[in-house]
């Protein structure tokens, strides 16, 4: 089946976004770049019984909330849906069944109003997020990359070419962050509960570096979240007296400094003056501070999405939407979702 495409393409469409890839359950609307409505319905409270998301669970929660939150949005966007110029709706990465709740809502809401769909990559939303922020930002720029599923340095040369100087040969620092929160008993989800324990202490705990390769931008999670579980269960087993919040600050340095320190160095092999950063990662306050401080000592712009838009949320689907709709990419009905899909 062939995409529905506009015979003329508005400067600032009225575009639908759709988020459905793990246990939020999102609608947002907006207007070229402006933000007219952004719901979000969560489930985490829910996973949190369970240490993690169950993707039965997550599936069933989004199947119970997406016509309500998409009609929520559009009430409180104080549009109709028969304005709609487009409906754009993550297709993946994410969990298959969850994101399959949200794909076909949107292929209806899409068929039935004759509108174009356009399938977002959930990665490239993350990178877009900062579009909200800046309606005039405008590539070439650095960005940073740092979410549960995906860690990376990025340059943006335009609003669809991407170039990946490196990032983490393992884990993403978000899953780090919820395996050390797992040895530290902190609950589901757990960077927030890292970074607030990490508060509390003191980063005097000798941790090792993540870099991978002299001069490089790629680094690895999983030596250092191996050192934390060894410091732990050996202090657990002499009895040692010992500070959860020093280990959890410790971790928080060693973990997101790098990230900080590379995408600086980015920006300046790649001879830009702006930084961006996007994913759940960056709504930690430890890196934003961090990479403000950077960009500010290294005379960089820097331009941060807030952090409701770093975690997963309709309005960087929206974000995405509108970029590739300015491109003319639009999908067809018979889009099917995908588990794992790359940066492209």
Known sequence: MEPIVPKNLKSEPLILGIESSCDETAAAVIRGRRILSDEIVSSASLQA?????????????????????????????????????????????????????????????????????I??????????????EEE????PFMTL????GHTAVIFTKTETEFEMLGGTLDDA????????????????????????LAREGNACVELPKMLKG????????????????????????RGTQWSKADVAASFQSAALD???????????????????AGGGVVANGYLREKLTFACQEAGLKLVLPERRHCTDNAAMIAAEGLVQYRAGNFSSLSLNAQASIPLR
Request: net charge positive; with cysteine.
């Open 145 to 148: 990359l740092a979410s549960g």
């Open 136 to 139: 005039t930002l405008k590539p």
């Open 49 to 117: 019984k369970f240490g993690g998301v169950v993707p039965e669970i997550a599936s069933r929660e989004h199947t119970e909330a997406i016509d309500l939150v998409v009609s929520r949005a559009l009430e409180r966007a104080g549009v109709t849906k028969e304005a709609l110029d487009a409906v754009a709706v993550t297709y993946g990465a994410g969990l298959l069944g969850a994101l399959l709740v949200g794909l076909s809502f949107a292929k209806g809401f899409a068929y039935g109003l004759n509108i174009p769909l």
């Open 214 to 237: 002299a001069g490089g931008y790629n680094f690895s999670y999983s030596g250092l979240k191996t050192a934390v579980i060894n410091y732990c269960h050996r202090k657990e087993q």
């Open 258 to 276: 790098i990230l900080v320190q590379k995408t600086v160095e980015g920006a300046k092999e790649k001879s830009v003056n702006t930084v961006t």
């Open 119 to 132: 399938g977002v990559n959930h990665i490239r939303g993350h990178l877009a997020a900062s579009y909200l």
């Open 173 to 196: 620092a978000g899953e780090a962050f919820d395996k050390v929160a797992r040895v530290l008993g902190l609950p589901y989800p757990g960077g927030p509960h890292v970074e607030a």
